[in-house]
């Protein structure tokens, strides 16, 4: 009975204080989730690296690991997705380069280009892809824990971007599209495309 007293002694605003810390506390915890995914098995397939929805896929000019045409998917990520980061083929990791840079909202166009980042480049024996995470206006740090030489698997978790950012792949330009702009993807579920 005393403690009840005491407890409705306190101010209230030292009440509404504790209960914002103790939300607080549980949101940054669901935002830094990491669920469990099942991984499709064939390996002509390309699998999204992140979570997010489809915001741009245009053929490009790559030349920084690809050196080459190439088709580019831009998955935005907002707030509250997942962002943990997977592989998204097969393969050795053959290129890391990191670039600092701006944090502009990473849906703007220009942020691909004068964001910060990270690129990854993976090969296998039917194919090159470049990863690209780029980090976003409230995200600024990009985790990759690649080492150029590893020995990467399909659906393997390798880094995150924190609160909105986006991740690109640069895949070969004979790819078999399964995507579509406004789409939504999971890393390591969503199938992008297949290798012909």
């Known amino acids: 009975m005393i403690l009840i007293f005491s407890i409705l002694a306190v101010k209230p605003i030292f009440i509404f ?17 990491d669920p469990e995914r099942i991984i499709p098995s064939e390996n002509d397939l390309i699998l999204s690296a992140a979570d997010g ?32 980061n997977r592989i998204p083929v097969s393969g050795v990791v053959r290129f890391l380069s990191y670039s600092p840079g701006r944090f502009l909202p990473a849906y703007m ?12 480049g993976i090969e296998n024996d039917r194919c090159k892809i470049l990863v690209n995470q780029i980090a976003g206006f409230i995200a600024r740090r990009i985790v990759c824990r690649l080492h150029p030489g590893d020995v990467v698997n399909v659906g393997d978790r390798f880094g995150k971007i924190t609160f909105g950012s986006r991740v690109e792949l640069v895949v070969p330009p004979h790819t078999n599209m399964k995507i579509n702009v406004g789409d939504r993807v999971k890393a390591g579920e969503t199938i992008i495309g297949v290798m012909e």
């Open 17 to 33: 204080g504790f209960l914002f810390l103790v939300m607080a506390f549980f949101f940054v915890k669901w935002l830094h989730r």
């Open 53 to 84: 929805r489809v915001h741009d896929i245009e053929r490009v000019s790559e030349n920084l690991y690809l050196k080459g045409e190439g088709i580019r998917v831009g998955v935005y990520l907002s707030l509250l997705d997942v962002h943990v």
């Open 109 to 120: 166009p220009q942020a691909s280009l004068r964001n910060e980042q990270q690129c990854i």
